[in-house]
C-alpha cells in the first residue's frame, strides 16, 4: 500500500495568482504585487502600461468607503478615468485636454466640474 504525500496547500485557496507558501505547517497565501488579504482576493493597486486598460471593481470586494487615486499620463485630448455606476454615478474624464467632472447624472443636464 502507498501513501500519497499532501501539502496543506493542496486545498488552498490563494486567488489572484497568489503562491501558497507551508508556514508553521500552515498554508499561507503570498500575494503578488496589487493585492492583499488572506486569499489575496482584496485590490489594493492597479498598474497599467499601454492602451485600453481598465479595471472592473465589484461592489463585493469594496469596503463602505473607497478611496481611489488616479495618475495618468496620456498624450490623447479624451477618455474615461473613472466611472462609478451606483446610486450615486459620477464620471470624471478628459474632455478637450481637460478634466471634467460629471455628477447628479440622473438629472438633465448632469452637474458637470471643470479643472
Known amino acids: ?14 486567488q ?3 503562491q ?5 505547517g500552515e498554508p499561507i497565501c503570498r500575494c503578488i504585487p496589487g493585492y492583499y488579504g488572506n486569499k489575496c482576493d482584496k485590490i489594493s493597486t492597479v498598474h497599467f ?6 479595471v472592473e471593481l465589484h461592489g463585493t470586494k469594496l469596503r463602505p468607503t473607497a478611496h ?8 490623447k485630448d ?4 473613472l466611472y462609478k455606476e451606483d446610486h450615486d454615478p ?3 474624464e478628459l474632455y478637450q485636454g481637460h478634466i471634467r467632472l460629471i455628477y447628479d447624472i440622473a438629472n438633465y443636464p448632469p452637474t458637470t466640474v471643470y479643472r
Open 1 to 14: 500500500m502507498i501513501l500519497l504525500q499532501t501539502s496543506p496547500c493542496d486545498q488552498s485557496d490563494c
Open 20 to 24: 501558497c507558501l507551508v508556514v508553521a
Open 90 to 92: 459620477l464620471a470624471l
Open 68 to 75: 481611489i487615486s488616479l495618475q495618468v499620463a496620456t498624450d
Open 16 to 18: 489572484n495568482g497568489a
Open 49 to 54: 502600461l499601454g492602451r485600453d486598460g481598465y
Open 78 to 81: 479624451n477618455g474615461v478615468l
